[in-house]
């Protein structure tokens, strides 16, 4: 059984520009969702995916998007970044009528 | 507005000896709380979890209290192990939906665990 993957591990990016990161589900999981980690802080809801489709978001602007693709794997996508955008982001996956979450190990995201 | 709160930052315990961990919320509406460890470098691994009908819940060395009436959890580690030195975070849910989403979690900002051997 495979767990949650990440890519990629470390990023640095400048204020502006904009940044992709990737997830893979763990097996036989459905639902996928992200959490922006930053220093000293818990993880913080940022949305969660099933069957494609949006269906919870946290408190973060619509620069932040997402998506999940039919294999159940998925992007992040921030735009116009920010120096408070440095973090670290998670991704966790489950199964939509299960209460627990499973974590990749996450992506750095250093922006400067 | 914090809604898991994690008061200590940090704890320092002795090899063998009962480690305790402290979360409070605020939400009456929340109904499941899990306890996840984090190394460094790594993602939050889950050790334990409890649903609010129950008040307590065993896994080996590590047992969760849940007081309803206090809106407060706690996690015991015996006997404390050198290996269990990490961040351990408090996280809750809600049932359905809540917020727009269904049953994601809402986390403390974690207590550092320090076992000395």
């Known amino acids: 059984e495979t767990g949650v993957t990440q890519s990629p591990t470390h990023l640095i990016k400048t204020r502006g520009q904009q940044v992709t990161l990737r997830c893979s589900s763990q097996s036989g999981h459905n639902t996928v969702s992200w959490y922006q980690q930053a220093l000293g802080q818990g993880p913080q809801f940022i949305f969660q995916y099933y069957r494609e489709e949006e269906n919870g978001r946290g408190n973060f602007p619509p620069r932040f998007s997402g998506l999940q693709f039919p294999n159940y794997s998925s992007e992040l996508n921030v735009n116009a970044l920010e120096l408070d955008d440095s973090a670290l982001y998670l991704c966790?996956?489950?199964?939509?009528?299960?209460?627990?979450?499973?974590f990749g190990p996450g992506t750095r995201l250093t922006v400067l | 507005d914090q809604q898991v709160k994690q008061n200590s930052p940090s704890l320092s315990v002795q090899e063998g000896r009962i480690s305790i961990l402290n979360c409070d919320y605020t939400?009456?509406?929340?109904?499941?709380f899990l306890w996840y460890k984090k190394y460094p470098a790594e993602g939050p691994t889950f050790l334990i979890s409890i649903s609010s009908i129950k008040d307590k819940n065993e896994d080996g060395r590590f047992t969760v209290f849940l007081n309803k009436s206090a809106k407060h959890l706690s996690l015991h580690i015996v006997p404390s192990q050198p290996g269990d030195s990490a961040v351990y975070f408090c996280?809750?849910?809600?049932?359905?939906?809540?917020?727009?989403?269904?049953?994601?979690?809402?986390f403390g900002k974690g207590t550092k665990l320090s076992v000395k051997p």
């Open positions: 939400n009456s509406m929340f109904d499941y």
């Open positions: 966790a996956s489950s199964l939509r009528e299960k209460r627990q979450r499973f």
């Open positions: 996280a809750a849910s809600v049932y359905g939906n809540y917020g727009g989403s269904q049953g994601n979690l809402i």
